[in-house]
């Protein structure tokens, strides 16, 4: 941990000759943006670079909406900004990075059959912006997208009780259905592409009745053809899979990592919370059809931090409308990619509550001075950022430990990871950002038990004062080198424009 510390203060302080391309300040970008905007979505692409996009409100005709890719180099030199059109019926689903690439996929959901979409690769190098428009079966939704070669894999569900995977060349745009397979309202879980063996894998979660669930993996060919079929009896038939992911270890087992809860009939929280709540953390080796698999609750973790008092009580009823003991609670959370180095594999869940305020109003008649009705209705204001727990599986699905860090000072109306995990030496260390501060705490040591760790993260001039920030993220970006972004409030009053609301991103290294 003290690493980590000592290279926050050498890229604060340290001169140019000590730290390649790097002032006695940190690397900086800054672009001003409208107070309460959030219109950046930030792309680490290894040494590539950086892709800040977003859609713009300009429009090429009446059939197209303008894009804004903004590409900066890993010094975080500004080298150029590209506008593309996509279809205005077009919405941004999802993107995911390959090759230190960018691959957006966009769906027409507001025509009549929904069943037409389309990919966008993004090369942060040749500034390269390239539409591959699909189709796929209608009335189905997208689940994920990965990509491989050039062909892109897109799993979707349907109404109908199906399954699929559409194949995308590319090169030449063509497409089509390689799996279509029939199940019991069926979700696609995770998909797993492993060209070395030439298979795909699918884990898929089936209701065969209300709150009733089975599980199952489909292993094909890469060109779709069908190998095998796995059920399994080891998961408990009364928890719903909130997250799972597949991988496969290195004695060649499949492993299954996620996040489940146990009062499946209440799993989509009230209105205000807008997600699943979570119970905890599951994992399993899928060797055979009653493989063993482990719940670890949210409680029994290390460290373990809830969230409650008397504004948010309904956070503590169950179906029924009793109250729960505190080890019961269900959150709802935000799950990162399962991080995998070496024989171990690290979860990360973060939990939030929803924050709102009651606006009561009285409504008098003409002819009295008494009220005749009453309203009463609530007001969501956001979320407040709660605990980040993190757990360390082994490759055959045994917990090596648990930890958790409580998340302070995060309230935002938007729901995105904050916490960022890293390593030094045999430390994992979480980190995030907030109220212009890096907080970091090492999580699997006896450090653990001890306080939190901060360091500035310092604005563009030596006079600047941040007044207020806000959406702020720390993430890895290459080598040893991380990003923190997010919006501030910024004042200098000696400067003409004395006060300005800026998007910002700043380089930062961990040795």
């Not at 269900?330 to 690290?346: E, F, G, K, L, R």
Request: net charge neutral; charged share 20%.
């Amino acid at each position: 941990m003290k690493h980590f510390l000592a290279l926050i203060f050498l890229l604060v302080f340290l001169p140019l000759e000590r730290i390649i391309a790097q002032s006695d300040r940190p690397l900086r970008v800054e672009l001003e943006v409208k107070s309460g905007e959030e219109p950046f979505r930030i792309v680490p692409c290894g040494e590539n670079g950086l892709i800040l996009f977003a859609q713009t409100n300009k429009n090429e005709n009446k059939d197209n909406v303008l894009w804004a890719f903004n590409f900066y180099d890993k010094n975080l030199k500004a080298l150029g900004q590209v506008l593309y059109p996509v279809p205005r019926n077009y919405d941004f689903l999802d993107y995911e990075t390959d090759n230190n690439s960018l691959y957006m996929v966009f769906n027409s959901t507001r025509s009549s059959s929904g069943n037409e979409c389309m990919l966008l690769y993004i090369d942060p190098v040749k500034y390269i912006i390239a539409s591959i428009p699909f189709k796929i079966p209608e009335k189905t939704n997208i689940c994920s997208f990965k990509i491989l070669n050039n062909n892109a894999y897109v799993s979707l569900v349907s109404k109908n009780n199906k399954f699929y995977v559409v194949k995308v060349n590319m090169n030449d745009g063509t497409n089509s259905v390689i799996v279509e397979e029939k199940s019991d309202n069926p979700s696609v879980m995770s998909m797993l592409l492993e060209p070395s063996r030439n298979l795909l894998s699918l884990f898929i979660q089936k209701e065969e009745k209300r709150s009733v669930f089975n599980f199952s993996t489909y292993t094909y060919d890469l060109s779709g053809a069908r190998i095998e079929q796995k059920n399994y009896t080891g998961f408990n038939k009364n928890n719903f899979l909130v997250t799972a992911e597949l991988f496969r270890n290195k004695s060649g087992e499949l492993l299954v990592l996620g996040s489940f809860n146990d009062e499946p009939e209440h799993r989509y929280a009230d209105y205000f919370s807008n997600g699943t709540e979570t119970s905890g953390f599951v994992s399993g080796l899928l060797t055979s059809g009653d493989a063993k698999i482990n719940y670890l609750r949210f409680s029994e973790i290390t460290n373990y931090h809830g969230y409650f008092n008397e504004k948010n009580t309904l956070l503590n009823l169950n179906a029924k409308g009793k109250a729960r003991k505190l080890s019961e609670i269900n959150y709802t959370t935000v799950a990162q990619n399962i991080h995998q180095i070496d024989n171990s594999y690290y979860s990360v869940l973060e939990t939030y509550v929803p924050e709102y305020h009651r606006n009561y109003r009285q409504v008098y008649n003409f002819y009295s001075n008494f009220p005749s009705t009453y309203s009463d209705y609530p007001i969501l204001d956001g979320y407040r950022f709660i605990s980040a727990m993190t757990v360390s599986f082994s490759d055959k699905g045994a917990i090596n430990w648990s930890s958790a860090m409580e998340i302070r000072d995060v309230f935002s109306k938007y729901i995105y990871p904050r916490m960022n995990l890293l390593f030094d030496g045999d430390d994992a260390v979480l980190s995030y950002s907030t109220k212009g501060k890096i907080l970091s705490k090492v999580v699997n040591s006896p450090d653990s038990q001890t306080g939190y760790d901060q360091m500035s993260i310092l604005p563009d001039k030596p006079r600047d004062e941040i007044m207020d920030d806000y959406n702020n993220s720390l993430s890895f970006w290459y080598g040893n080198y991380f990003i923190a972004y997010g919006y501030q409030q910024i004042r200098n009053n000696y400067i003409s424009e004395n006060k300005r609301t800026v998007f910002y991103v700043n380089k930062l290294a961990f040795r």
